[in-house]
């Protein structure tokens, strides 16, 4: 008789842990849900509409269009042989990539590049867009003068975006350091 009682005393344990750790987890989930939620919308009202196409990463320091220094050395660097590939992913997305070679014509060695390729659609509006910076992330010497390297950008377009749809890869440099 009493062996009954203790083993339904222990099964009403085990329910009001499961109940209490339910909860505990549940609360947890729905704390995690609104911190994402929270950071998404401080992401996105930024003032400048989010375009899809990679992790628009930016290089800390740069010099960047409207400098002086920025445009006038903007020049002085070349990007030549632009070379596309595209090719489709599981999800559904474009996935574009284009080769080019950079080469530092003036007299400064570069520390920090940033580079941004834009994908245009056939009416030429920008549909996505990706920021890379092969100096220092791919090489960590500095581009010296005179001197060339190969880089790649990659782009990812939103599912909807085919190779059909797209006229042209525009590469820019958006970011220097010296």
Do not use: H, W
């Amino acid at each position: 008789m009493f062996e009954t009682e203790t083993e339904q005393m222990k099964e009403e344990k085990r329910s009001r842990t499961m109940l209490v750790l339910g909860g505990i987890g549940a609360l947890v989930l729905a704390g995690v849900i609104v911190f994402l939620a929270q950071s998404k919308r401080a992401t996105t009202n930024t003032g400048t509409p989010q375009i899809p196409g990679g992790m628009q990463v930016r290089l800390e320091g740069a010099l960047r269009a409207g400098s002086p220094e920025f445009d006038d050395y903007k020049n002085k660097i070349t990007l030549e042989n632009k070379e596309m590939l595209a090719a489709q992913n599981l999800t559904g997305m474009t996935r574009f990539m284009v080769n080019l070679r950079v080469t530092n014509r003036g007299d400064k060695a570069i520390t920090g590049l940033e580079l941004m390729a834009k994908v245009l659609d056939l009416e030429q509006k920008i549909v996505a867009q990706n920021t890379n910076r092969p100096i220092p992330n791919s090489r960590k010497a500095p581009l010296q003068p005179g001197e060339t390297i190969r880089v790649s950008l990659v782009v990812d377009t939103p599912a909807k975006i085919t190779e059909g749809d797209v006229s042209d890869i525009i590469p820019e440099i958006s970011g220097l350091k010296f």
